[in-house]
């Protein structure tokens, strides 16, 4: 079973620091990756998507992938608490469908 | 901005009721899904439609059954609602691009089932 795991956390961070988020997933043919945010009570909203091996930079957030060692992380610089969520990783295998992480709980301390 | 829409965000029902949860979207996206979210177990796919009146079973389908005649709405239903069932219900959409593409989700309908 193609499988997505991340530590549940919490991560607690203080503000202003990085947020250093992990995601291992099991299937190599794996072709999209995706960070997810969700806060309390509200639906995930997309963050990023990376689709190569390397960085990619949107403002505060640089999402990372290693298809060689199956790992995409996801790290925010100048952490806010509005930061404050529980952020959910994605793998597409080569179809329409998203395999989904359980989600790792930040914290943003002031 | 993609829009999708849910019935109800909020839902009470009986065990052995039939239930209908409806989600419509604005963006002609030919991809629509059904996922419940439970503490502990994430994101969990029901169902999946690529095209009106197709479907596919995801991850976890017992109990449940899907209805896509328009192409912007797709309907979940629950034959006979379960407590098991009770849980955060979203549906999302992505637009067909040949590869997985970004999927936008709804707010959410929180069913509880007594």
């Known amino acids: 079973q193609k499988e997505v795991e991340q530590n549940s956390g919490p991560l607690s961070v203080p503000e202003g620091a990085i947020a250093s988020l992990n995601c291992t997933y099991s299937?190599?043919?794996?072709?999209?990756f995706f960070w997810y945010r969700q806060y309390s009570g509200k639906s995930p909203e997309l963050i990023m998507s990376?689709?190569?091996?390397g960085d990619k930079e949107d403002g505060r957030f640089t999402a990372q992938l290693n298809k060689a060692s199956q790992y995409v992380s996801l790290l925010i610089r100048d952490s806010q608490p509005s930061d404050s969520a529980t952020y959910l990783c994605?793998?597409?295998?080569?179809?329409?469908?998203?395999?989904f992480g359980t989600g790792t709980r930040l914290t943003i301390i002031p | 901005d993609v829009k999708v829409t849910q019935s109800s965000r909020y839902l009470v029902k009986r065990t052995g009721e039939k239930v209908f949860l409806e989600c419509v979207q604005d963006?002609?996206?030919?991809?629509m899904f059904w996922y419940r979210q439970d503490p502990g177990l994430g994101l969990r796919l029901i169902y999946f439609?690529?095209?009106?009146?197709?479907?596919e079973k995801g991850d976890i389908p017992e109990g449940y059954s899907v209805s896509r005649e328009k192409k912007e709405r797709f309907s979940l239903i629950l034959e006979s609602a379960s407590t098991n069932q009770t849980s955060m219900y979203l549906c999302?959409?992505?637009?067909?691009?040949?590869?997985?593409?970004?999927?936008?989700f709804g707010p959410g309908t929180r069913l509880t089932v007594l």
């Open positions: 439609s690529y095209d009106v009146k197709m479907k």
């Open positions: 994605a793998a597409s295998f080569g179809n329409e469908k998203l395999t």
């Open positions: 999302a959409s992505s637009p067909w691009s040949g590869a997985t593409d970004t999927q936008y």
């Open positions: 990376i689709y190569s091996n």
């Open positions: 299937d190599r043919g794996s072709q999209s």
């Open positions: 963006m002609d996206h030919e991809n």
